[in-house]
Structure formats: structure tokens, C-alpha cells
């Protein structure tokens, strides 16, 4: 999926490049048989439990100058590594998000945060302003927009937090011959309200399920209720699948403790019942 998001970035390059060789009658070349250079620069590398550093300063959605450790400290956090005037993959991927906490029971604000930040360092305050008020309305719950921040800021604050969260993209030329448009994977992170990377979604498509749990799990259960925290206990985050699989040894260990349970329960009540019965006929036994 990851590889599919990537293409869909420069594709039109390479496609454009490959049509020329095409109606020029070039022969075509050997298949390379290692991944190409480029591909290797925009991948994504989860960086798991690793600490993000919150010093670094942006600007937000107001172009007031804010931190990064900002936005944690009591909550967890859902970080995207975006540009917002992309025409094709950020879109997709900022779509997907906003479907897939559109069907949480979890507020932005409130239970956690979600933060975007552009990899475009020519982006502006006005511009991060436009696309939250696109994708505010799109999302539909005005009482959680606060929840929701849109940062721009400076190439080395940017480097420095792509390169800590494991996110790599390489500036592209543009139709207009300027440095406009940026190769890059997709996306998201859950973040523990310490700055620590907790799970990575790769993709422009979310699941609810997935996420939810992983705002759970990266709350340390300070959010959701005790089904939720049960469920966290039966399921468990792959990071080779970027996903959370069921752990069925789990769920024998939970039947076994739930069986002990239960057969010692009713050994206790059988056993005073048979006590304060015994106590009763000799009661009668000494009156009569």
C-alpha cells in the first residue's frame, strides 16, 4: 500500500519520462532488480517508543508561534506529515483520516489531538488557515475543531521531525520548473501524550477500529471506557501489519480466569449454603 501511495506522488513523472522513451522507439532497458534510490528516501521507518522533540518551534493555523510539546502532556496525539497544497496523495490521506474519526466515539480536544504539519516550508499560516477550514467542514463536528491543529514552519524544524518520526520525501520540480511538489509516502502516528511514537497506519485508508484502540493503548487507558480497555487487552498493535491483530492466547487466558472464577464463586455459595443449612437442622434437632 505503501509503495501503491508513493507512485501515485511521481508517477506522472516517471509515467511522462516512459511515454518519451515509448514513441521514441527506445528499446526498453534491463528490469532493475534492486529498489530504485528514490524509493528508498521516501520511505517510511517506524521509529517505535522514540521520543519526538517537542522544543521544535512552528507556526500555526493563526500564525501564532508555537511549539511541538504544545500539544502533549495529558493527551495522545494523531501526527500527519503532509503539504497542503498537494493535488494528490495528501488529500487522499487527510480524507481518510477525517472518515475514519468521523466514526469515533473519541473527540479531538477533549480525548486527544490531532496535528498536521506541512513538509513545505514555503507554506504559509493563511494557507495551513484555508485547508482546516476545508476539512473542518468536511468533518462536521464544530465543537471539536480546536482539537485540530494545521502547523507550517522552517526547513530544519521540519527535517528535524521527519527524521525522528522515520519519514522520508524528496523535493520534486513542479510543471513550473520550481521545487513545488514533494515525493513522499503516507502516513499517520499515534503519539503518547509523553511525545513518545507509539503506532504507525501506513496508507490513505484508516480503520476506526484500529484507531481507536491504538488512542487507547497511547493513553495509557486514560480514554475510553472499560470495554475498551478489555478489547486492548485481546488485541494487539502489529507493526509489521500496522494494524491490531487478535492475540488468542489472550482470550483462552481471559476464559481460563473467567472459569476460575465462576467454579470458585459457586463452590463459596454451595459451601455457606450448606453451612447455614447444617446450622438450621441443628438447630431444630436441639429445640426439638
Not at 534492486?34 to 521544535?56: A, D, F, R, Y
Not at 477525517?98 to 486527544?112: I, S
Not at 485540530?148 to 530544519?156: A, D, N, R, S
Request: aromatic content about 10%; overall charge neutral.
Amino acid at each position: 500500500m505503501v509503495l501503491a501511495a508513493v507512485l501515485v506522488c511521481f508517477g506522472s513523472v516517471s509515467m511522462a519520462h516512459g511515454q518519451g522513451q515509448f514513441f521514441g522507439y527506445e528499446k526498453p532497458g534491463t528490469p532493475a532488480d534492486q529498489q530504485p534510490l528514490l524509493l528508498k528516501k521516501i520511505s517510511v521507518q517506524q521509529k517505535l517508543n522514540t521520543q519526538l522533540p517537542l522544543n521544535l518551534e512552528f507556526r500555526d493555523e493563526t500564525g501564532k508561534v508555537v511549539h511541538l510539546g504544545d500539544y502533549f502532556g495529558k493527551k495522545p496525539v494523531i501526527l500527519s506529515l503532509v503539504y497542503y497544497q498537494c493535488k494528490i496523495l495528501c488529500p487522499e490521506e487527510i480524507d481518510g483520516l477525517v472518515g475514519a474519526l468521523e466514526m469515533l466515539k473519541f473527540n479531538p480536544g477533549r480525548d486527544f489531538d490531532v496535528v498536521l504539519v506541512s513538509i513545505d516550508a514555503t507554506e504559509t499560516p493563511e494557507i495551513a488557515a484555508r485547508e482546516k477550514a476545508f476539512y473542518m467542514k468536511r468533518y462536521g463536528r464544530p465543537q471539536d475543531v480546536g482539537g485540530w491543529h494545521f502547523l507550517t514552519g522552517q526547513e530544519p524544524a521540519i527535517r528535524a521531525l521527519a527524521g525522528t518520526v522515520g519519514f522520508g520525501y524528496v523535493p520534486m520540480q513542479g510543471p513550473d520548473g520550481k521545487m513545488t511538489q514533494f515525493a513522499h509516502a503516507s502516513a499517520v502516528e499515534l503519539v503518547t501524550p509523553e511525545g513518545r511514537l507509539a503506532q504507525y497506519y501506513l496508507g490513505v485508508e484508516f480503520s476506526p477500529k484500529d484507531l481507536q484502540l491504538g488512542l487507547v493503548e497511547a493513553s495509557h487507558g486514560t480514554i475510553g471506557s472499560v470495554v475498551d480497555n478489555l478489547l486492548t487487552y485481546c488485541y494487539q498493535y502489529d507493526p509489521a501489519m500496522n494494524r491490531h491483530t487478535l492475540m488468542y492466547i489472550r482470550i483462552f487466558q481471559a476464559g481460563w480466569i473467567l472459569t476460575v472464577l465462576a467454579l470458585g464463586t459457586f463452590m463459596v455459595v454451595n459451601f455457606r449454603r450448606d453451612i447455614r443449612e447444617a446450622r438450621q437442622q441443628k438447630t431444630q434437632w436441639v429445640n426439638g
